[in-house]
């Protein structure tokens, strides 16, 4: 099974619990005797790291083996790269049970797997647009969130929902075509088109609070 570590506990005297979000959602699994050892295989169960793993098939199941797919640990010297590991796991932590994982788990491991490479606030963007679907959250983007029209939509409004065409928007807003890009688009974060990511966030931020009730406390 493949999945993304997203947080762990203390559980009992040697052992931990970690929780690792894979197609089947977030799921804790018991790390027997890990707790205390600064060893490869602790550094490994880091928070953003992407692993293959095998587990016993039990109520409460166990780890059995793993593999590091992909380390995102040397993150650590970027405060960016931190603040948006941690956004992510926060997001994913607050996931509904029974949103649909399957669906979504590629394009979040894509995105753990890209924030190394890329912008950091690009992958932070795309996945806190696409991640407004499993909140069952829908921007409204191709109608005026005001009067309804379809056409000449040249602004978003965070506080009406969604897009605003030219009679209701007073100042065109480049954001709404990224908005609408990243809500729909199924090609990889890496070939989507660029815009002016910390703007976006600054909307993204305070559309959340409303709409999601999730506080991101983004630093840009
Ligand atoms: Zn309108």
Same mark, same amino acid.
């Given at each position: ?17 970690v ?51 992909k ?20 997001? +994913?932590? $607050?996931?509904?049970? *029974?949103?649909?994982? &399957? %669906? ?10 890209n #924030? ?39 602004g ?24 609408? +890009?990243? $809500?729909?688009?199924? *090609?990889?974060?890496? &070939? %989507? ?10 909307? #993204? ?16």
């Open positions: 099974m493949r999945g993304i570590i997203i947080k762990s506990l203390d559980y009992k005297e040697k052992s931990k619990i929780f690792i979000y894979t197609i089947l959602g977030l799921k804790g699994y018991k790390v027997i005797g890990i707790k205390g050892k600064k060893n490869v295989v602790a550094g490994n169960l880091t928070t953003g790291n992407i692993i293959d793993f095998t587990y016993t098939d039990s109520q409460f199941p166990s780890l059995v083996e793993f593999d590091t797919i380390s995102n640990l040397d993150c650590s010297n970027n405060f960016d790269t931190i603040d948006v590991l941690r956004v992510m796991v926060e997001v +994913i932590n $607050y996931l509904p049970e *029974d949103a649909p994982h &399957k %669906l979504m788990y590629q394009f979040i491991e894509d995105a753990f797997m #924030i190394l490479n890329i912008n950091p606030y690009k992958v932070l963007s795309i996945f806190l647009i696409k991640m407004l679907y499993p909140f069952g959250v829908s921007p409204n983007l191709k109608s005026c969130s005001k009067c309804g029209k379809k056409t000449d939509l040249i978003f409004s965070i506080v009406d929902g969604g897009a605003l065409c030219n009679n209701c928007c007073s100042g065109y807003n480049d954001l709404l075509k990224y908005w609408s +890009i990243y $809500y729909y688009s199924k *090609d990889n974060i890496l &070939k %989507l088109d660029d815009c002016n990511f910390k703007e976006l966030l600054k909307e #993204i931020n305070k559309y959340y609070l409303i709409n999601v009730h999730m506080n991101l406390k983004l630093h840009l």
